[in-house]
Nanobody, 121 residues
């Protein structure tokens, strides 16, 4: 079973930036970053393929967030720019894609404990 550890969450003011990291216990394939607030649905925000050259983003973060990785053995990063209060959530990374929509959290098997991002106005 793959173990995932997210880090880099913090409290920032609107307009600020953060970089989140996701470290895995073994090589991984497609990776997803998703977020969740209390009582809300999980929202997939960015996904990247194994080699790091195919990326997709949710419309809500396109142009502001950037996902990256060097290869299957390296951490996956999520750069959050121009942050808004609406970006406040716990951010998780996930792997073990089974089938379906790349940005759907339910399509993935494993995820970590998450890291909290809080954006104040």
């Amino acid at each position: 079973q793959v173990q995932l550890v997210e880090s880099g969450g913090n409290s920032v003011q609107a307009g600020g930036s953060l970089q989140l990291s996701c470290t895995a216990s073994e090589s991984t394939g497609r990776m997803l970053w998703f977020r969740q607030t209390s009582g809300e649905e999980r929202e997939g925000v960015a996904t990247i393929n194994t080699m790091g050259d195919v990326k997709s983003y949710a419309e809500s973060v396109t142009g502001r967030f950037e996902i990256s990785r060097d290869n299957a053995n390296n951490p996956v990063y999520l750069r959050l720019n121009s942050l808004k209060p609406g970006d406040t959530a716990v951010y998780y990374c996930a792997t073990g894609f089974r089938f379906g929509y790349w940005l759907s959290p339910s399509a993935y098997t494993y995820w970590g404990q998450g890291t909290q991002v809080t954006v104040s106005s």
